[in-house]
């Protein structure tokens, strides 16, 4: 998927980070991945006003995650960045598989708000933190309501 088709933004306006799976890695400043580098330099040095973390349907990560890392004994880095997995049997259309994303994206937007400059910034309200759902069968997207944290997401 390509976010500035979703965003109509101009080439070099929007400042990306990918990730399998769209995971934000826990705040550890010790010892930093180059995922929590991404952020900080684009929170505190470019001073963006908005993060959007967006998953999407069928989401091959987020179904091996969801199946208990089926399918990922030959790839044990990206076993352990998924983190542990939930119930068998899952596929990629199973609207469970969908239920779950849309939980995985807020479960990120959790981690993000616990990195202190992200927290500190949004308090002072010079960040917003979204959450979007990219239905790749449909093209549409939702968004994660701020207020309840288990509404459903709304379109965009």
Known sequence: MVPSQITG?????????????????????????SEMATIEY???????????????????AVTARTVAGRGLEQLPALRTWLGAGGTDG??????????ESKQHIRVQLRTLREYPFIRERVEAGELRLHGWFYEI???????CPQSAEDSDFLPL
């Open 9 to 33: 933004a101009e080439p070099g306006t929007l400042f990306e980070l990918r990730t399998a799976g769209n995971v934000v890695p826990e705040y550890a400043p010790h010892s930093a991945s």
């Open 42 to 60: 684009a929170v505190l040095q470019l001073r963006v006003p908005d993060i959007i973390v967006c998953g999407h349907s069928h989401c091959g």
């Open 90 to 99: 899952a596929d990629l259309t199973d609207p469970g598989v969908r239920a």
């Open 137 to 143: 069968d449909t093209g549409l997207v939702y968004v």
